[in-house]
């Protein structure tokens, strides 16, 4: 069955090709550079983050696309940090992001299988999810939707979850907010290297290897994991397991050569296999074999002793796919590509100490193809966009006002302009911070529903909204308590839905998304960490008054992580409740809706470092062997160990 899976498109593996070139040539040899006991990097953007931050509060980007204190930020934002992540010791990046408030995941079944994200309501295809800022929105999908079923923890540095419009940044796709996974860099100076491995529960086994090295000019990370699983059956009509594989490269190179000059690249590659069920039935011939290429060039010339930060953006996503089914005694063949090139100019000037001007233009170019044993087809577009953005810090940092504006012109159905302001207050006296934004954000329809020869309609435009909220985030006890909760409200109109009577796409639907989002971060002593946090949503259909799918009224959740034996051992336990909510049930035409029952997850992890170079992991998911079906039609699995070792060299 192998032999069925050879991926067709020339283009990916030319860029697999670059992609082993640039590591062979530049990365690896930067890895391993000696100098003599160099100090880690220390480059002139980070001296730019470190003027800009507090002591005690994380670094955001993705908020104004320029590095800020979190508390600085206008947006509703969670950030995730590298030491939460390994504490927690999700693989997949998605079940990392279950508890976030406002933000909903839901798979089709075991790891593997599709998955879907949904932020304030919205749709999954009104998050623009980025990759160390690449978007990974695949073209070639029927929605274009963004594939995340196979992103890994792997390398991750840190998590950017922000909230509410933001097309006026990043145009397309984010009217539900924007998810920004980071890469972290290298913190070495001689060459540091990594393995660790876990087995468990499904026949499970995961390793990863990650080396890092650099110095005042140079610095390198990799990250090399594989993740095997043979599963459980996806259909919940199923008895037989649906193995799932997948290999994730992360690379992460910065080049200093002067004061004035870095260049950032990065690649990410994944190839992954699943399999899967016919509906309500097994089928061990169904397999999905996909590839993902992710690069970046990122250039920075610093100019006015940094006050003028030039950057230029220049990527690549390829994404492919080829499912092989056997259905009615035969076996059909379909293969899915999506490519997307996009160059991003942006400078950042600092006018005065109190106003940074974002000044930006980007080209980008989409493109996608689809082969099966009925049809072929090919498709693309070209997106000229330009962007402003300032920041006003006022009143001795007290008040930070955020306005911008942007235009996109898409070659296939036009223009749309988007703008949005954003401001926060901070009372210092009592540490309290009080935030709210209006904006306006838009959905471009995607290739396929655009030119589909069987369902497609070239005279679509654009899905429109309007959105707002306000909230406040209050500090106690010298910041060892900090609570927070912010109010939503979003408009959405002209939905492009699937009409069932034409079989065709077709611009009619309105929707509404409001609700409540709350949360805490209680540090009672140094070494515990306590963060719950609690969801309300409602998602309406304006058009039926029926509830939008997948979507739970109330989700709530908690992850407590304490530390202790001097900081050598860590113990994370995770929670997680999601109510009630309707779903499509799998398998019915038309699709019949029905009530999907609520739900608890408990999961805990635990570490040992029994020497300086080696640590033991533990974790167990799903403690309560809750039974429960994330989609309806879709087995989630049962209670679940697994562990491993972590080994450090030096």
């Known amino acids: 069955m192998s032999s ?68 600085d930020a206008a947006s509703s934002a969670t950030v995730i940090r590298e030491y939460d992540l390994e504490a927690l010791a999700e693989p997949l990046i998605t079940d990392a992001l279950r508890g976030v408030p406002g933000l909903d995941i839901r798979r089709n ?54 909230r509410g419009p933001q097309s006026t940044l990043y145009g397309s796709d984010a009217i539900g907010g924007v998810v920004n996974i980071i890469t972290r860099t290298s913190r070495s100076g001689d060459p540091a290297f990594r393995y660790e491995v876990e087995g468990g529960s499904f026949y499970t086994s995961r390793q990863r290897v990650t080396a890092e090295a650099g110095n005042q000019y140079v610095h ?100 492919q796919r080829e499912t092989l089914e056997f259905a009615f005694g035969s076996f ?14 942006q400078n950042d000037i600092e006018v005065t100490e109190w106003n940074l001007l974002t000044l930006g233009a980007a080209y980008r170019y989409e493109q996608s193809e689809s082969a ?90 654009a899905e429109r909204s309007k959105g707002w909220d306000a909230g406040v985030e209050q500090r106690l006890f010298g910041g060892k308590v900090s609570v927070g909760a912010t109010y939503f409200h979003n408009d959405i109109d002209e939905l492009i839905e699937f009409d069932l009577t034409t079989f065709g796409y077709v611009q009619t639907g309105a929707a509404r998304t409001r609700g409540v989002e709350a949360f805490a971060v209680i540090e ?15 998602a309406e259909n304006l058009d039926t008054g029926a509830p939008l799918i997948r979507r739970p009224q109330h989700k709530g959740g908690m992850d407590v992580i304490y530390r202790f ?22 398998g019915t035409f038309p699709g019949v809706v029905a009530e999907n029952d609520d739900y608890v997850l408990v999961r805990i992890a635990a570490s040992l470092r029994v020497h300086d170079n080696v640590e033991l992991t533990a974790r167990i998911e799903n403690l309560l062997d809750e039974d429960y079906q994330d989609v309806l039609g879709f087995n989630s699995p049962g209670v679940a160990a697994y562990g491993g070792v972590r080994i450090t060299i030096p």
């Open 372 to 461: 099966s044993d009925f049809a072929t087809a090919e498709n693309d577009r070209d997106i000229a966009s330009v962007y402003v953005s300032d920041q006003f810090k006022l009143w001795e940092g007290r008040v930070h006002i955020v306005p911008g504006i942007r235009h996109d012109l898409f070659s296939d159905f036009g223009g749309h302009t988007t703008w949005r302001i954003a401001a926060s207050y901070r009372h210092l006296e009592s540490d309290t911070t009080f935030r709210g934004s209006f904006g306006t954000g838009f959905n471009a329809p995607s290739l396929f529903q655009l030119f589909d020869p069987f369902s497609g309609d070239p005279s679509l435009s």
């Open 109 to 162: 079944g075991p790891p593997g299988q599709t998955t879907s994200l949904f932020l304030r309501g919205t749709n999954d295809n009104h998050v623009k999810f980025m990759l160390d800022g690449i978007d990974v929105t695949d073209p070639g999908t029927p929605t274009g939707t963004p594939l995340l079923d196979h992103l890994l923890t792997s390398g991750v540095g840190q998590i950017e979850i922000i």
């Open 524 to 538: 009672p002593c140094e070494n515990l960490l306590i963060r719950p946090s609690y969801t309300y949503t409602d």
């Open 4 to 71: 069925a899976f050879r991926v067709q498109g020339s283009g990916f593996r030319k860029c697999r090709l670059w992609a082993a070139i640039l590591w062979a040539a530049v990365v690896w040899p930067a890895a391993v550079a000696e100098d003599e006991k160099p100090p880690p990097p220390d480059d002139r953007q980070l001296q730019i983050e470190k003027r800009q931050s507090d002591s005690d509060t994380p670094v955001i980007i993705s908020a104004t696309r320029t590095p800020i204190p979190y508390r």
């Open 332 to 345: 059909f063949d379909f293969f899915f590509e999506g490519s997307a090139y996009e160059a991003d100019w």
């Open 565 to 586: 034996l001097d900081r050598r051992a860590t113990v994370a336990l995770g929670l997680f409740y999601v109510g009630e909510r309707d779903d499509i049930v799998a």
């Open 220 to 319: 390198a990370f990799m990250a090399a994991t594989y993740f095997d699983t043979q599963g459980i059956s996806a259909s919940s009509a199923g008895t037989e397991r649906d193995p799932y594989r997948n290999t994730h490269l992360a690379t992460r190179l910065g080049i200093t050569p002067t004061d004035e000059l870095s260049t950032d690249i990065v690649l990410h590659y994944i190839h992954a296999q699943t399999e899967f069920d016919n509906s309500g039935a097994d089928n061990p011939f169904n397999q999905t074999d996909s590839e993902q290429l992710f690069m970046k060039v990122e250039p920075k010339l610093y100019l006015a002793d940094g006050r003028w930060v030039s950057t230029l953006n220049l990527n690549l996503a390829n994404q």
